[in-house]
């Protein structure tokens, strides 16, 4: 099962890992199969370095071999997701898991990275205004193994034939 | 590999099925572990007729034996994913990706619908204010096998090192 990561071995990530891995991403699922998606994968250890303090100095995003920014297009996506709403968190979110689960099975660690700010982001790695920055994970073998954390109850977030009671 | 999947057989899902899909989707990651999701399972079909008209027509969703809604509750998501959103839309599409690949393993089908209107989903349900509604997917076995869908090339979507070009 998957779990979030912050140590990292030094070693590699094969090349026909990380190819499978985007393989499993691209195949997934997106409003109007809009795919507006990009995925930045960081190597250059110079420009890894530049990630940590756009990522609230989270230093362990460098230690590991690659580093996977996921990038949204607006105008891509499907504009009336709920009616409410653009589809590209969403889109985004969907391939993301896609990644991360791939990763899992490769017997790779990642860590979704939601607290970022993206200014500085697209600043480190010169992203053009038009993408948005929706994530970042780290890639590569775990050199940790910590505890499952918890979660609620399935008592506490389903519910059947009826609305949630709180 | 997945699909999204518009035909269903009337057979029920298995309860054992149903559970193991519920349990993937509870350990499914979201930002700072805020778990902002509900899950209403339905199963009664007056309500999933409801449901009908609220997707725009898309008579399948009261097909399927099991209709799933994700709604989010906003306040109890991270809210500065990014330094600009809050996470319950990741989030939940996070949680819906683990529930929609837990029941492809199981052998089940899904579609993902975002074409829905939130305000109507939250009428046919009586779901109250405090929700968002997020997605649905209908739950069952496949009544139909279409070939998988187009997507972008891995060089449309993934750069080295740099920002995409495009």
Request: glycine content about 6%.
């Amino acid at each position: 099962m998957r779990k979030s990561i912050r140590k990292y071995k030094p070693e590699a990530v094969p090349d026909a890992k990380l190819d499978r891995i985007l393989e499993a991403t691209r195949g997934a699922p997106s409003g109007k199969n809009g795919q507006p998606w990009r995925f930045i994968v960081v190597r250059n250890k110079t420009l890894k370095e530049k990630l940590v303090p756009a990522c609230r100095n989270q230093s362990y995003v460098a230690e590991a071999p690659v580093v996977i920014v996921g990038c949204a297009v607006e105008e891509e996506s499907y504009q009336k997701q709920g009616g409410y709403m653009k589809s590209w968190p969403l889109d985004l979110a969907i391939a993301f898991t896609h990644l991360i689960l791939a990763a899992t099975a490769e017997g790779l660690a990642t860590c979704w990275i939601g607290a970022f700010d993206e200014s500085e982001v697209k600043k480190a790695l010169d992203i053009p205004d038009k993408f948005r920055v929706v994530g970042l994970t780290p890639l590569g073998y775990p050199a940790e193994n910590p505890p499952h954390k918890n979660r609620k109850q399935i008592s506490e977030i389903v519910s059947y034939d009826k609305a949630p009671a709180k």
